[in-house]
């Protein structure tokens, strides 16, 4: 198994709240990605990164940043959560290219009352 | 828009038998990667199997294999043997093209395997 952890692995906040998410790797991977799944939708793209500090939005982005200062670690962070972004979050790696398998972490559940 | 199509939300078999799970894509590009992963209740997302577009092989892992029809865009995963450890949510997913930055996923198949 890929070595990558969430934390925290679940949380509740309330609504205006900063919240920031993390992802660490043992890996050394290249990219790493921030999802979101949701009933009916699967898992939709955040943002992901493609090295120290390079960073790209995804579909699902606003209200969403990130940051990458490590190798290892990757943040998400709700600058002002919201009850629409209560959802499942999970981290992926991949190796060296975009084309390279995705290996996802153990998801975080966040509930925003 | 890139998609990916899983027609059934949900499936249920009998322990030992063979079942498929059918998905479909849509895209532009010649050079392309499929993926089926899945989610058992453990909620932990496991990659099944990966087929690249180029190949004309179908992949296959133990019990699990695909029908990678390029033509028809489809991509269907066959379960043998099932067992009640196969019960799980299934995803099927692309990176629809060397450029492509990103996984797109089908909306998922529910699979219940009975005893």
């Known amino acids: 198994d890929a070595g990558i952890t969430q934390s925290p692995r679940h949380k509740v906040t309330e609504t205006g709240t900063p919240v920031t998410l993390r992802c660490h790797q043992t890996e050394n991977h290249r990219y790493m990605y921030w999802y979101r799944q949701d009933p009916g939708h699967g898992l939709r793209l955040i943002h992901y990164s493609y090295g120290v500090k390079d960073t790209d939005k995804g579909e699902v982005s606003d209200g969403y940043s990130v940051s990458r200062s490590k190798t290892e670690d990757f943040l998400l962070t709700l600058e002002s959560a919201t009850s629409s972004q209560t959802s499942v979050y999970f981290c992926?790696?991949?190796?060296?290219?975009?084309?390279?398998?995705?290996?996802f972490g153990p998801g975080t559940r966040l509930t925003v009352l | 828009a890139q998609t990916v199509t899983q027609s059934q939300p949900e499936m249920s078999v009998q322990e030992a038998e063979t079942v498929t799970l059918s998905c479909t894509y849509d895209?532009?590009?010649?050079?392309?990667?499929l993926f089926w992963y899945k989610q058992p209740p453990s909620r932990q997302m496991i990659l099944v199997i990966r087929q690249e577009a180029y190949k004309q092989q179908n992949a296959t892992e133990n019990r699990f294999s695909v029908n990678f029809q390029k033509a028809a865009k489809s991509f269907s995963l066959k379960i043998s043997d099932s067992q009640l450890g196969d019960t799980a949510m299934y995803f099927c997913a692309s990176i629809p093209g060397q450029g492509a930055q990103k996984l797109v996923f089908g909306q998922g198949t529910r699979l219940t395997i009975n005893p």
């Open positions: 895209t532009s590009e010649n050079n392309y990667y």
């Open positions: 992926a790696i991949s190796e060296i290219l975009p084309t390279d398998t995705q290996y």
